[in-house]
């Protein structure tokens, strides 16, 4: 089972915190496609994302990209999962704008954000704990300028 926190939320944009309710066993979906245009920071636990023929595991601080049409399998070691993300999803009238930007990055999972990423999404977990909807919105709309400049360099920084 999976549970979601709606945070913050305009017309555009939405801010919520993903988890599973603690003591509950979950069952691993075999394959999950996206609805949206969505960046995922990874706040505790850990779990693998499957994408591509590829695993990688995800903890604190790890990164995960997903769009419309995006076909992906997360699986998690413990039977409790314990992992905690914040999910910023974007409307299609935003995220249009960077949709090639979006699909230009070389990866969709990181385990270790890009700088601009990680500074971008210090501050939107910052702004979220304090409840200040201005700087919510500020800082979602920068982890967007983030993605699209490390998308113009070659090799983004970052491990």
């Given at each position: 089972?999976?549970?979601?926190?709606?945070?913050?939320?305009?017309?555009?944009?939405?801010?919520?915190?993903f988890d599973h309710p603690p003591h509950q066993a979950h069952d691993d979906p075999d394959e999950e496609v996206s609805t949206r245009w969505a960046i995922a920071f990874v706040?505790?636990?850990?779990?693998?994302?499957?994408?591509?023929?590829?695993?990688?595991?995800l903890g604190r601080g790890g990164v995960f990209l997903s769009r419309p049409g995006f076909v992906f399998r997360c699986r998690h070691q413990d039977t409790c999962p314990s992992d905690v993300c914040l999910s910023a999803a974007f409307a299609d009238s935003v995220a249009e704008e960077f949709a090639e930007a979006w699909l230009r990055t070389s990866w969709a999972v990181r385990p270790s954000p890009t700088p601009r990423l990680a500074f971008a999404g210090r501050r939107l977990r910052e702004a979220a704990d304090s409840g200040d909807a201005f700087q919510v919105e500020r800082w979602m709309l920068a982890a967007l300028a983030a993605l699209e400049h490390d998308a113009q360099q070659a090799r983004p920084r970052g491990r």
């Amino acid at each position: 089972m999976n549970r979601y926190e709606k945070l913050f939320a305009t017309q555009d944009l939405s801010l919520s915190r993903f988890d599973h309710p603690p003591h509950q066993a979950h069952d691993d979906p075999d394959e999950e496609v996206s609805t949206r245009w969505a960046i995922a920071f990874v706040q505790a636990g850990s779990f693998d994302v499957v994408h591509g023929g590829r695993s990688v595991r995800l903890g604190r601080g790890g990164v995960f990209l997903s769009r419309p049409g995006f076909v992906f399998r997360c699986r998690h070691q413990d039977t409790c999962p314990s992992d905690v993300c914040l999910s910023a999803a974007f409307a299609d009238s935003v995220a249009e704008e960077f949709a090639e930007a979006w699909l230009r990055t070389s990866w969709a999972v990181r385990p270790s954000p890009t700088p601009r990423l990680a500074f971008a999404g210090r501050r939107l977990r910052e702004a979220a704990d304090s409840g200040d909807a201005f700087q919510v919105e500020r800082w979602m709309l920068a982890a967007l300028a983030a993605l699209e400049h490390d998308a113009q360099q070659a090799r983004p920084r970052g491990r």
